[in-house]
C-alpha cells in the first residue's frame, strides 16, 4: 500500500499530479511504501512502522495554478482550455535531460530521482528513513532554491503546446475533452517508459503536421476519428518556478502529525512508531573525571521485534562503558522489554515487563546484578525543537517496579526495586541535536554501594559531520549498575551514529 495524504495527488510515478497553468510552482510531498511489494523492515526493527524503515519518499513536483476563465479539463493533469480560444486546448509537458541527482543536507548526501511519467517529470528522494525524511523535507521547504537547483542540474525543460482539432466528416460537435482523450486514447500510464514513449511520437506528429485518432467513447459513434495538429505556445526553464509555499508548510505539518502529535486519520495507515534511541552508537574520547583525564568507549545497540500491527513488541537494548582508568565507569548490561502498546492523540502508552543483567569489574573480582520488573511507558509529543524527527524526539517516561539482586549487594537473594527514566533529544536543525536522559531508583535496603538510592543524568550536544559520524560535548553524573560507583565528568570526541 502507498499511503498518499488524503488532501492531495502525493506519489505520480506514472503520470502527471500537476493542476494546468500558466502560473508554475514546486509543490512538496512525500509517501509511504508500506505494502508487499515496497516494505522493508526498520535497519534495527523488523517491521517497516519503524521510524527507521527505509519506507519514505521526498518528492517535489510541477504545479500548475489556472487563471480566472481558463478551464481544467481532468482534475489534477496539464490540460486546459483557454478563455477566448474555440476549437482547441493547451497541454504543458515537463521533461529532464538527466535522471539522477545529489541532495546534500548536513554532511550526508542523498541520491535524487527525476521520474518520467507521460507527460510530467518529478522529484523524488526515495528509500529514507523518518528522520532523513524529515532532513531532506525541510531542506527541500526551506529553500526553494535548492529545489530549483535541482531540477536546474537536471536541465528541466517545461514547453506549453497549444492543440487544435477538428471533426472533417461533421458528424459530431467534438469538445476539448473529447479531443484530449483521442490524444491519450491507448496510452497505459501503468508502463511509463512506454507510455511516454506514444506520448512523444503523437506530439511530435502533431507539431510536424496532423493526425488523426479515435475518440473513445462515443456511443453511437464508437470509432469517430479527430484531427489534431499542434504548436509550441511557450517554453519555462527552471529559474521560471518558484517553491509553494502552502505545500511547504503542508509537508511540515504532515511530519508532525505522523512523529505522533496529531496521528494521521487515514484507516489504512499504521502507526509510525519513532525509535527510542540509535541502532548502534560507539564513542572513543577523552573523558575529564575526578580531575583526571582518561580515554573512554562508550557503545549502545538495539535491536526492536514488532507485531503484526505493532500492539506488542520485545525490545533488545546493550550498552557498556570501558576506560583505561577507574576513575570512568567499566561495565557491559543489557534489557529486554516485551509489552503492549496503544497509540492515543499523540501519547504512545505501553504496559509489560523488563529484565535486564549488568557485569562490572573492580580490582580482581566481577560484579553482577539482575532485575525483573513490570514497566509502563509513555511517549509524549514532541516538545521543544518540534520540526524534525529522529530517535527519541518524542520524550519516554518508564516507571517499573520489581525485584532486583545479585552479588554487588546486600546478602539477600533478592530486593524490592523501583526505577523511574526519562530520554528526549531535541534537533535543533539538521546539524545540532540535543540529548538528555536520566534515571533514579531506590530500594528497601543499602544495595546501591551502600545505599537504597541512585541517580544518574546525561546531557550532551551533538554536532553531526556526515551521515553517521558526529561531534560530541557530553557531561554526566550519577552511578550505573552493577557496582554504582559515582562518576562525574566531561567527554569530548568523535562518535558513531548508525540509524538516528
Known amino acids: 500500500m ?61 504545479s500548475i495554478s489556472l487563471p480566472s476563465g481558463d478551464t481544467q479539463l481532468i482534475a489534477n493533469f496539464p490540460y486546459f482550455t483557454v478563455s477566448g480560444e474555440s476549437n482547441t486546448f493547451h497541454i504543458i509537458v515537463s521533461a529532464a535531460a538527466k535522471d539522477t541527482g545529489e541532495l546534500s543536507v548536513a554532511g550526508r548526501n542523498y541520491p535524487v530521482q527525476f521520474v518520467a511519467g507521460v507527460d510530467q517529470v518529478s522529484l523524488q ?83 510536424s503536421g496532423s493526425a488523426k485518432f479515435v475518440v473513445p467513447n462515443l456511443g453511437d459513434h464508437p470509432n469517430e476519428t479527430l484531427e489534431l495538429k499542434a504548436v509550441t505556445a511557450k517554453s519555462y526553464r527552471a529559474k521560471d518556478v518558484s517553491l509553494d509555499a502552502t505545500s511547504a508548510s503542508a509537508v511540515k505539518q504532515d511530519i508532525k502529525s505522523l512523529s505522533g502529535v496529531t496521528p494521521p486519520s487515514s484507516s489504512g495507515v499504521p502507526t509510525i512508531f519513532l525509535v527510542e534511541q540509535p541502532c548502534f552508537n560507539v564513542s572513543l574520547a577523552p573523558t575529564l573525571s575526578a580531575g583526571q583525564t582518561n580515554m573512554a568507549a562508550t557503545f549502545q545497540g538495539r535491536y526492536d521485534y514488532f507485531s503484526g500491527m505493532g500492539k506488542a513488541y520485545l525490545k533488545l537494548r546493550g550498552d557498556g562503558d570501558v576506560s583505561n582508568s577507574n576513575t570512568y565507569f567499566q561495565r557491559v548490561a543489557g534489557t529486554a522489554d516485551a509489552a503492549g502498546n496503544w497509540k492515543r492523540s499523540g501519547f504512545l502508552t505501553s504496559a509489560g515487563g523488563s529484565g535486564a543483567v549488568s557485569l562490572s569489574r573492580m580490582m580482581s573480582s566481577t560484579l553482577y546484578e539482575w532485575n525483573a520488573t513490570g514497566k509502563a511507558q509513555v511517549q509524549l509529543p514532541t516538545l521543544l525543537f518540534g520540526t524534525l524527527p529522529g530517535s527519541s ?29 526519562f530520554t528526549y533529544s531535541a534537533r535543533a536543525n539538521t546539524r545540532i541535536t540535543f540529548d538528555i536522559n536520566g534515571n533514579a531508583g531506590f530500594s528497601n535496603d543499602a544495595r546501591f554501594n551502600k545505599k537504597k538510592n541512585f541517580s544518574y543524568a546525561l546531557a550532551q550536544a551533538r554536532f553531526s559531520l556526515s551521515k553517521d559520524w558526529d561531534y560530541l560535548m557530553k557531561y554526566e553524573c550519577g552511578e550505573k549498575s552493577p557496582d554504582y560507583r559515582k562518576v562525574c565528568g566531561w567527554q569530548s570526541g568523535i562518535t558513531a551514529v548508525v540509524g538516528r
Request: charged share 15%; proline share 4%; net charge negative.
Open 125 to 207: 528522494i526515495s528509500k529514507l528513513t523518518f528522520s532523513e525524511l524529515g532532513d531532506a523535507i525541510d531542506a527541500l521547504a526551506s529553500n526553494g532554491a535548492k529545489v530549483e537547483s535541482l531540477f536546474n542540474d537536471a536541465q528541466l525543460e517545461l514547453t506549453e503546446y497549444k492543440v487544435e482539432f477538428s471533426d472533417s466528416t461533421g458528424k459530431i460537435a467534438p469538445t476539448p475533452t473529447d479531443a484530449l482523450l483521442a490524444l491519450l486514447n491507448g496510452i497505459d500510464p501503468s508502463s511509463p517508459a512506454t507510455a511516454k514513449s506514444i506520448f512523444t511520437q503523437r506530439m511530435g506528429s502533431l507539431l
Open 393 to 421: 524526539t518524542n520524550p519516554v517516561i518508564a516507571v517499573e517496579a520489581g525485584g532486583i539482586g545479585g552479588n554487588n549487594g546486600t546478602t539477600r537473594a533478592s530486593d524490592f526495586l523501583g526505577k523511574v527514566s
Open 2 to 62: 502507498i499511503w498518499n495524504r488524503p488532501s492531495i495527488f502525493l506519489f505520480c510515478l506514472a503520470t502527471s499530479c500537476c493542476a494546468a497553468a500558466q502560473t508554475l510552482s514546486y509543490k512538496l510531498d512525500l509517501a509511504a511504501h508500506t505494502g508487499t511489494h515496497f516494505s522493508q523492515n526498520g535497519l534495527c526493527s523488523n517491521r517497516p512502522f519503524a521510524s527507521d524503515a527505509k519506507i519514505w519518499t521526498a518528492m517535489a513536483r510541477i
